[in-house]
């Protein structure tokens, strides 16, 4: 069964580093996004991307996040400089073109840990 | 500001019970539905989906839906150990490739 598949599965790095966490999407779907959930909170979107532009993107999503479809296989968001509180699960996610019901598929995650 | 809101539990049931879980939405407009499963340390699991009034039914589980008093719930018919878990409900307002809010979600365990 096709599956959503994120590296690393555990990220550890220094406050102010950049990071990049990377998600391949199933291969048929056209949308993607990126969610977080803080420990503890519910999950909270960040951004969606289709056709190679972000469609839309929380508050949250602020100057320090970016993404970016490299290639025809991987969907990446990085974060420039990090900050304690960007310590989360974070989850990819992707879906079909849909109209009314569709239906978004998550990876297993990425554990960033910022000290 | 778009709201989901559950009941945070824990709700208990004995093995093979039948286990309710229920969620509110705040916009009327809502279009689409889901509920997850997320076990402790992993990522949501899609377990249903629905988005017009009424019931839809997969295997032990069954969605319900009523927009008018803006309410959607989930059952799960024989409950296992296995079912332990955090339900998260998950509301897409536009439908479409719209983004989902989710609820804070509602942990279930299952007694053997």
């Known amino acids: 069964e096709p599956e959503v598949t994120q590296t690393p599965s555990h990220q550890v790095t220094q406050m102010g580093q950049e990071v990049i966490l990377r998600c391949v999407p199933i291969?048929?779907?056209?949308?993607f996004y990126w969610y977080r959930q803080i420990l503890g909170q519910k999950v909270e979107f960040l951004v969606s991307f289709y056709n190679n532009e972000i469609s839309e993107k929380s508050e949250i999503f602020d100057d320090q996040f970016s993404v970016e479809r490299p290639d025809g296989s991987n969907f990446t968001l990085k974060i420039r400089s990090t900050k304690l509180e960007d310590s989360a699960m974070y989850f990819c996610?992707?879906?079909?073109?849909?109209?009314?019901?569709?239906?978004?598929?998550f990876g297993q995650g990425t554990r960033l840990t910022v000290v | 500001q778009k709201e989901v809101e559950q009941n945070s539990g824990p709700l208990s049931v004995p093995e093979g019970a039948i286990a309710s879980l229920n969620c509110t939405y705040s916009d009327r407009g809502s279009q689409s539905f889901f509920w997850y499963r997320q076990y402790s340390g992993k990522s949501p699991e899609l377990i249903m989906s629905?988005?017009?009034?009424g019931d839809k039914e997969d295997g032990r589980f069954t969605a319900q839906l009523n927009k008018a008093s803006q309410y959607v719930s989930l059952l799960i018919r024989d409950s296992q150990p296995s079912d332990s878990a955090t339900y998260l409900c998950?509301?897409?307002?536009?439908?479409?490739?719209?983004?989902?809010?989710f609820g804070k979600g509602t942990r279930l365990s299952v007694i053997a």
């Open positions: 996610a992707s879906s079909h073109r849909g109209v009314l019901l569709t239906e978004a598929f």
């Open positions: 629905i988005y017009s009034n």
């Open positions: 291969s048929n779907h056209l949308y």
């Open positions: 998950a509301v897409s307002f536009l439908g479409g490739n719209t983004p989902l809010v």
